[in-house]
Nanobody, 115 residues
Framework: QVQLVESGGGLVQPGGSLRLSCAASGSIVSIYAMGWYRQAPGKQRELVARITTGGSINTADSVKGRFTISRDNAKNTVYLQMNSLKPEDTAVYYC?????????WGQGTQVTVSS
């Protein structure tokens, strides 16, 4: 059973930065597509950024140029560097690991952008 544990969320002022981490149990980061999703109150969960096993990256238009996904295979960890945060980035951020037919989710970490 794969476990994903997110950390790094919190309260930050607009324009600030945070780095989220997703630690995976087992050596899956290099063989699963890893992604970050978010869900704001009253809204559907949406893709933020995703990195494939081959290293291809997809990033949502709303965060392009501000957020960067990366992975450390040796540490079995995926990161989301978030810069120039805006109030509309406020959401619960979830880590995802996918490799058909398997799909795993972390418990989420709250990010609140407010002055």
């Amino acid at each position: 059973q794969v476990q994903l544990v997110e950390s790094g969320g919190g309260l930050v002022q607009p324009g600030g930065s945070l780095r989220l981490s997703c630690a995976a149990s087992g050596s899956i980061v290099s063989i699963y597509a890893m992604g970050w999703y978010r869900q704001a109150p009253g809204k559907q969960r949406e893709l933020v950024a995703r990195i494939t096993t081959g290293g291809s990256i997809n990033t949502a238009d709303s965060v392009k140029g501000r957020f960067t996904i990366s992975r450390d295979n040796a540490k079995n960890t995926v990161y989301l560097q978030m810069n120039s945060l805006k109030p509309e980035d406020t959401a619960v951020y979830y880590c995802n690991a996918a490799r058909y037919p398997y799909d795993y989710w972390g418990q989420g970490t709250q990010v609140t952008v407010s002055s």
